[in-house]
């Protein structure tokens, strides 16, 4: 019971707390970040290249990270790259559509599940209930390591990813390590972890063993260091090009934690979609492949 209750009053934070072109409706936030609402539609470009998808596991330390690795057939020379991370109890699937339109566009992809943060996932070493943002911060590091050395990457080229949970992240590895990061793109990323879990428990001794967050069981690992943590502050530190997607109507993780963090970072594009949820779909997916392309195109 007292389980259960604990997971309404996080679910209830988060509710207090278009095919589409790009409208006019700028807002500058400051000289170098601006948002923008995406009201009508946009085709994403024809893919140029056929797609290989490929296996490939990752290993170090007794961490086996496995993923799905996404390549434009016939694309002779080192290719720019993007990694791809998924959400809390998401897996590698989930960002599939994504991966394979960006092979398409001439990109090497990789896609994968993070050890005991992904629901029927294949990759494994660390335990369900010992898993936080904090390991899964040295799981990306070292799928970027493995990446940045393939012989077809080009290792100065290697972009990050994220939705959700995977979208804080990979904002936090980025803040880390800005040289080894081309740019960032962020999907509904859930800076509010920090502030939901203080807000939620006040301290670790009122958190239980497990819980059960949107059906996926955490334990009490994944919220230690989160009381002292400002997971916004901290992910924000990264001073190359970020794009933030983000839906009007995401109730999980509000708008309002990637305007703040569009004016957190020194050159972010916020771009938020109008009526999507936390998740794309449909004619939401295909807008942010149009903009995920252009971005990376210039970045």
């Not at 012989?151 to 904002?171: F, H, M, P, T, Y």
């Not at 839906?247 to 109008?274: N, R, W």
């Not at 794309?280 to 990376?296: E, P, R, V």
Request: include cysteine; charged fraction near 25%.
């Amino acid at each position: 019971m007292k389980k259960r209750l604990i997971t309404i009053i996080l679910l209830s934070l988060t509710t207090l707390l278009a095919g589409c072109t790009v409208s006019d409706n700028t807002h500058h936030v400051k000289s170098n970040s601006k948002t923008v609402k995406v009201e009508k539609k946009i085709k994403p470009k024809q893919g140029k290249y056929q797609v290989i998808e490929q296996n490939w596991t990752i290993q170090r330390d007794g961490v086996n990270i496995y993923g799905r690795l996404y390549l434009p057939q016939n694309k002779v020379g080192k290719k720019k790259a993007v990694i791809l991370a998924h959400g809390l109890a998401g897996n590698h699937q989930d960002l599939a559509n994504y991966a394979k339109y960006l092979a398409s566009r001439g990109y090497l992809a990789y896609a994968f599940d993070f050890p005991g943060g992904a629901k029927r996932g294949l990759s494994n070493g660390i335990d369900q209930l010992q898993m936080s943002i904090f390991t899964e911060e040295q799981n990306l590091k070292t799928v970027l390591k493995a990446v940045k050395n393939r012989n077809d990457v080009n290792s100065k080229r290697v972009s990050l990813l994220g939705e959700s949970q995977g979208g804080a992240v990979a904002a936090m590895l980025a803040s880390k390590n800005p040289k080894e990061i081309r740019s960032l793109i962020l999907l509904y990323p859930a800076f509010s972890i920090s502030d939901y879990t203080q807000a939620a428990f006040g301290s670790i001794k009122k958190v239980p063993k497990t819980l059960n967050l949107f059906g996926f069981t955490v334990g009490k690992a994944y919220f230690e260091k989160l009381f002292k943590f400002n997971l916004l502050r901290s992910t924000t530190k990264y001073h190359g090009p970020v794009l933030l997607l983000h839906g009007t109507d995401d109730i999980i993780v509000p708008e309002t934690y990637s305007e703040k963090a569009a004016k957190k970072f020194k050159h972010a594009q916020l771009y938020k979609f109008k009526h999507a949820g936390h998740d794309f779909k449909g004619k939401y997916q295909k807008c942010a492949f149009t903009l995920i392309d252009n971005f990376l195109e210039k970045n």
